[in-house]
């Protein structure tokens, strides 16, 4: 068969299928002109070196002007194949990568344990205790929380993991309100948010409770049943503590580990980063008849006409300044924020109401909406891919393709190569006007339409500009 006979059977054009049969294109592979794109490899890298933020779109203007006859969309897909746009420093952050899990890496399990009938002076009906626990070396810390919500969930997470040390590569969670999504089954977006900041991966642990997780709540229930009434909330972390390490002595006396036997492996954990992550803890107080709240072991001082009303007292993790508002949220005092446990009355200035968190850093301006004329170096690629063309075409090194001597460039739409011909007729040009008349008029062959429609879909004349 004819390469007609096969176009007209397979409904194909028949340079389609001369270039099958010829073996200039591959079956299955998309044609992409990489080869056509190599030689500009150097211009464009150098012009995006010198500016990250250069548009597309200029600089394939630019490479059309030094003779690149491939279209806009391969033009930008060989610029994402070769990864010739650097990533701007200003602008961009750097790609974050997933936790790569070492062979002996600790995972840290959390879990909630609430208990009833708290000591009168703590001012709430239930004690919420927080345990992380180490799968591989069994030893686990816990942190004493005044309600379940998502502030005291990362200032507990936090408080266990520097006890710790360190953390693990992965994070386990029970199914709690401010970790699980009610209807989804998924850890929530803030949580996810965490675990970034700390460079782990969270997920939801299994409902049930292993045999590490039943003796811990024995152990934290015969603590429980054992504390005074007298007990405030910092003496009872204290006791939790204690407990903690003495059952982790324990565990390594079973093991042998204290007469030398097995001396058990040390847990392999990683580093925290220096400040925890910013979240806003909120707790409800009564201001006293001296006007005082207080707050973790010490007192601070609100105005004196709202004794005996509610306010909240606030605080962000990391930040050294403790807020105390309203409840529908005006900050009405701020003092720096005292250290747990120390009997402090904290007057301060009650009139000086500044921010809660300070101000970013401002980041270095980036001219990403500038232009940046082209560099030496990208010049004299330039030049060089004009050398090459002179070449190609046969020219002299001085003459310049399509054009006089002051007229940089050539294009290869023939339309714009007939255009320039009769504006800048040439001796040397007179065999390129046969072939771009004979392109033209198989171009008009293969769009046979006369007329162009407007935006308005009136018809107008024939264009026989060209």
């Not at 699980?180 to 299994?206: E, F, Q, S």
């Not at 030049?383 to 310049?400: H, I, K, M, S, Y």
């Amino acid at each position: 068969m004819s390469i007609a006979a096969i176009a007209r059977l397979l409904g194909r054009d028949r340079k389609t299928v001369s270039s099958y049969l010829s073996g200039k294109r591959t079956v299955g592979v998309r044609s992409s002109g990489g080869g056509e794109f190599e030689r500009f490899i150097p211009y464009c890298r150098q012009r995006l070196q010198d500016d990250a933020h250069f548009e597309a779109s200029a600089l394939f203007a630019e490479l059309v002007d030094l003779g690149y006859g491939g279209g806009y969309s391969t033009f930008t897909r060989a610029l994402r194949t070769h990864q010739l746009r650097p990533r701007c420093p200003l602008c961009q952050r750097p790609p974050r990568t997933r936790p790569v899990r070492p062979d002996d890496a600790e995972e840290v399990h959390f879990r909630w344990f609430v208990f009833c009938d708290p000591p009168a002076d703590w001012g709430s009906t239930h004690a919420c205790v927080l345990v992380g626990r180490l799968t591989r070396s069994e030893r686990w810390s816990a942190a004493l929380a005044e309600q379940i919500d998502f502030g005291h969930l990362v200032g507990s997470v936090d408080r266990i993991l520097r006890q710790l040390g360190g953390t693990g590569w992965r994070w386990r969670f029970d199914r709690t309100q401010p970790i699980h999504c009610p209807g989804g089954g998924k850890l929530t977006t803030a949580l996810g948010r965490v675990a970034k900041h700390y460079g782990v991966v969270a997920d939801l642990g299994p409902a049930r409770q292993d045999a590490a997780d039943e003796a811990i709540g024995q152990a934290l229930a015969l603590w429980w049943r054992t504390g005074g009434a007298d007990t405030g909330p910092l003496e009872a972390q204290e006791s939790l503590d204690r407990l903690a390490r003495l059952m982790h002595t324990h565990q390594a006396s079973a093991r042998g580990g204290h007469d030398g036997s097995t001396e058990p492996p040390a847990p392999v954990l990683l580093d925290l980063p220096h400040d925890p992550y910013p979240a806003r803890i909120s707790v409800t107080r009564v201001v006293s008849a001296n006007s005082m709240v207080s707050y973790r072991g010490n007192l601070y001082a609100v105005p004196r006409h709202l004794h005996g009303h509610a306010v909240e007292v606030r605080r962000r993790l990391g930040d050294p300044l403790l807020a105390v508002a309203t409840p529908r949220g005006r900050v009405i005092a701020q003092h720096s924020l005292a250290p747990d446990g120390a009997s402090l009355s904290v007057i301060g200035h009650r009139h000086g109401i500044g921010l809660e968190r300070p101000l970013p850093v401002p980041r270095p301006a980036c001219n990403s909406k500038m232009y940046s004329s082209p560099s030496a170096e990208a010049l004299a690629a330039a030049d060089a891919l004009r050398q090459d063309t002179r070449e190609e075409d046969g020219l002299e090194p001085g003459r310049q393709a399509g054009g006089p001597p002051g007229r940089p460039g050539r294009s290869w739409r023939w339309t714009d190569v007939l255009d320039r011909i009769r504006k800048y007729p040439t001796e040397d040009d007179e065999h390129v006007r046969p072939e771009a008349v004979i392109h033209l008029a198989a171009h008009r062959q293969h769009d046979p339409t006369p007329y162009r429609r407007s935006h308005t879909g009136s018809a107008r004349h024939p264009d026989r500009t060209r």
